[in-house]
């Protein structure tokens, strides 16, 4: 047992220092420190970015089949779930980094609001715009929702104005009963890359109940890469109360 330890340690360190290397040489960025948990992944990601107060956590997906659905232990998916840090999911079917368009789905949630700063941060970094989405279900009659909608995209436009220029800055309401198709609809808008943030509770539609959870349809039937942002402590406390 403790031989095989070993030989995984081993393997787990000369596959992080590859890494590394690939990192300063190809794409020109320096490597603060090379990290190699024992335990499982998820739980190793989450420890070492307590251990360094990461500001974000950068994970990898992939696309799996039906019985791998079922079957397969989710590293990314366990990552998003149980962090309180922002957690940025690239896909390996998805479209390419860096995004040219920066999509955020804003549902009023102290979360959304925080993913559209972050998402502010990187579309300035990006060079690129900015695009605010509310969606509204459309059972709700009359004007209230979709002003209300509106004046909650108002509210994170003031948000992001630290970040991002305000002509770089769209926003826009949605009608539909269908949260995930709403967002996965403005991100096909192009065919150039585009990143989707949204708070990991969920960015519900206003004016409906929020259903089980939008964020886990995202994750499963969303290509993009995806910021997502988790509530806090206090808020999550709130949540099961």
């Given at each position: 047992?403790?031989?095989?330890?070993?030989?995984?340690?081993?393997?787990?360190?000369?596959v992080?220092?590859?890494?590394?290397t690939?990192?300063?040489?190809?794409?020109?960025?320096?490597?603060?420190?090379?990290h190699?948990?024992?335990?499982?992944?998820?739980?190793?990601?989450?420890?070492?970015a307590?251990?360094?107060?990461?500001?974000?956590?950068?994970?990898?997906?992939?696309?799996l089949?039906?019985?791998?659905?079922?079957?397969?232990?989710?590293?990314?998916?366990?990552?998003?779930?149980?962090?309180?840090?922002p957690?940025?999911?690239v896909?390996?079917?998805?479209?390419?980094w860096?995004?040219?368009?920066?999509?955020?789905?804003?549902?009023?949630?102290?979360?959304?609001?925080r993913?559209?700063?972050?998402?502010?941060?990187?579309?300035?970094?990006?060079?690129?715009?900015?695009?605010l989405?509310s969606?509204?279900h459309?059972?709700?009659?009359?004007?209230?929702?979709?002003?209300?909608?509106?004046?909650?995209?108002?509210?994170?436009?003031?948000?992001?104005?630290?970040?991002?220029?305000?002509?770089?800055?769209?926003?826009?309401?949605?009608?539909?009963?269908?949260?995930p198709?709403?967002?996965?609809?403005?991100?096909?808008?192009?065919?150039?890359?585009?990143?989707?943030?949204?708070?990991?509770?969920?960015?519900?539609?206003?004016?409906?109940?929020?259903?089980?959870?939008?964020?886990?349809?995202?994750?499963?039937?969303?290509?993009?890469p995806?910021?997502?942002?988790?509530?806090?402590?206090?808020?999550?406390?709130?949540?099961?109360?």
């Open positions: 047992m403790g031989d095989a330890h070993h030989v995984a340690e081993g393997i787990a360190t000369a992080a220092a590859d890494e590394a690939l990192i300063r040489e190809q794409l020109g960025c320096p490597v603060a420190g090379v190699t948990p024992s335990g499982s992944r998820a739980h190793g990601i989450l420890a070492t307590g251990a360094v107060n990461a500001g974000v956590i950068v994970v990898g997906g992939r696309r089949g039906i019985v791998e659905e079922l079957f397969t232990y989710r590293v990314s998916e366990d990552v998003v779930h149980h962090s309180f840090r957690v940025l999911l896909r390996d079917d998805g479209h390419a860096p995004p040219r368009h920066v999509v955020v789905g804003c549902d009023g949630s102290p979360e959304s609001t993913a559209a700063s972050l998402a502010a941060w990187i579309a300035r970094l990006a060079d690129t715009d900015l695009r989405v969606v509204v459309d059972h709700v009659p009359g004007p209230e929702a979709l002003e209300e909608a509106q004046r909650r995209l108002d509210l994170s436009v003031a948000t992001v104005g630290d970040h991002l220029a305000a002509e770089r800055v769209t926003t826009e309401v949605v009608t539909r009963t269908d949260v198709a709403a967002l996965r609809a403005a991100c096909a808008s192009t065919s150039e890359p585009h990143l989707l943030a949204i708070g990991a509770r969920g960015s519900s539609a206003i004016g409906a109940i929020p259903p089980f959870s939008v964020s886990r349809s995202i994750i499963h039937h969303t290509h993009v995806l910021l997502l942002v988790p509530p806090t402590t206090h808020e999550r406390g709130g949540l099961r109360g």
